[in-house]
């Protein structure tokens, strides 16, 4: 089976950094995700990790250790726009195409 | 533009009445899935279909049934809809050998 914990809600400030952590258990790990997603809208792609390290995209950037099952996602110059869910989410090698998601993490961000 | 379509946007149904809920593609991936997201909750895989191959989750409940008739449509029947199906239902495609999946707006579906 598959566990993905991660925060329930975080608040951080316009203009700063915040980093949103993710672990996962699973019995065939085959990438992770990140998605975002605006209250009553679909999750947008963020990005992907399927090898140790980090991986930029402009503000945002994911983060992977599978020795440690553990994950963030980092994003800088927050603007207010970014305030959504962050969803993190993981491909199990069971069934290549099946992608399970975390209950997500609600980002607030104020003035 | 390619895009995975839902439709309708907002559905309505009486209690115990079947209802079917459409998804199509235009992205021609292999994979199409079935999630259920409650408010505040995350989004909860019920099938999918790899290729014409229906995988269905465990603790996916009998009353939710799909179908997929060709690579660009996949339905998804609730035989007997009852107050806790209320939900948003996201359709979502993936391609083999890539990375992103691609999500439909969703489909709110209210049971009175």
């Known amino acids: 089976g598959q566990n993905i914990d991660q925060p329930t809600e975080m608040t951080a400030t316009e203009g700063a950094i915040v980093q949103i952590n993710c672990t996962y258990q699973t019995s065939g790990f085959n990438g992770l995700f990140w998605y975002q997603q605006h209250a009553g809208e679909a999750p947008t792609f963020l990005s992907y990790n399927v090898l140790d390290g980090l991986e930029e995209k402009g503000r945002f950037s994911s983060f992977l250790s599978r020795s440690k099952g553990y994950s963030y996602l980092l994003l800088k110059e927050l603007q207010m726009k970014d305030s959504a869910s962050y969803l993190c989410?993981?491909?199990?090698?069971?069934?290549?195409?099946?992608?399970?998601f975390g209950s997500g993490t609600r980002l607030s961000i104020r003035p | 533009d390619a895009m995975v379509i839902q439709n309708p946007r907002y559905q309505v149904t009486q209690f115990g009445k079947p209802v079917t809920l459409s998804c199509s593609q235009t992205?021609?991936?292999?994979?199409m899935y079935w999630y259920q997201q409650k408010s505040s909750q995350a989004p909860k895989l019920l099938f999918h279909?790899?290729?014409?191959?229906?995988?269905n989750e465990a603790d996916t409940p009998d009353n939710f049934q799909s179908r997929r008739p060709n690579t660009s449509f996949c339905f998804l029947d609730i035989r007997s809809p009852g107050l806790g199906d209320a939900a948003m239902y996201l359709c979502a495609t993936s391609s083999t050998g890539h990375n992103e999946q691609f999500f439909g707006p969703g489909t709110r579906l209210t049971v009175l």
């Open positions: 279909y790899y290729d014409k191959d229906f995988n």
């Open positions: 989410a993981v491909r199990d090698y069971s069934s290549a195409s099946k992608i399970i």
């Open positions: 992205l021609n991936h292999n994979v």
